[in-house]
């Protein structure tokens, strides 16, 4: 049985594992999200309306804003796990150091898209 969380001190690359895998999960939440917007583009303007209406609510842009953290947190910390597999940044201090990498990428292109929504007038 492994040691509960009480007994290991918190850090930050422990912080990023645990999002791994939540961002794993909302992703799976969001391509859902995805196929539902094609299909209801399909089925025509009035199911499509009324998808796009339930977007452009407060809750759905919510969603669409979990979504691209999660695709963009997911995505840096895939490639942080890719250069691991090559030996490469294993020590300690690299690791953690590229944890707070992938957390200010996936923070900052949130926030690009955020703002180029927001200038295209769409959010």
């Not at 799976?28 to 009035?46: H, K, N, R, S």
């Not at 090559?86 to 201090?93: A, D, R, Y």
């Not at 944890?99 to 898209?113: K, M, Q, R």
Request: glycine share 14%; charged share 5%; net charge neutral.
């Amino acid at each position: 049985m492994s040691p509960h969380l009480q007994v290991w001190r918190w850090h930050v690359t422990m912080t990023t594992s645990i999002l791994h895998r939540i961002s794993g999960g909302a992703l799976y939440v969001g391509g859902l999200i995805v196929a539902a917007w094609a299909i209801t583009l399909a089925m025509g303007p009035e199911p499509y309306a009324q998808f796009l209406g339930i977007m452009g609510a407060w809750y759905g842009k919510i969603a669409l804003l979990g979504f691209t953290g999660a695709v963009f947190f997911h995505l840096g910390n895939g490639v942080r796990h890719i250069i691991w597999d090559f030996g490469h940044g294993l020590s300690k201090e690299d690791a953690s150091a590229s944890s707070y990498a992938v957390l200010g990428f996936a923070i900052a292109a949130t926030l690009a898209v955020v703002a180029i929504a927001y200038m295209m007038g769409l959010v």
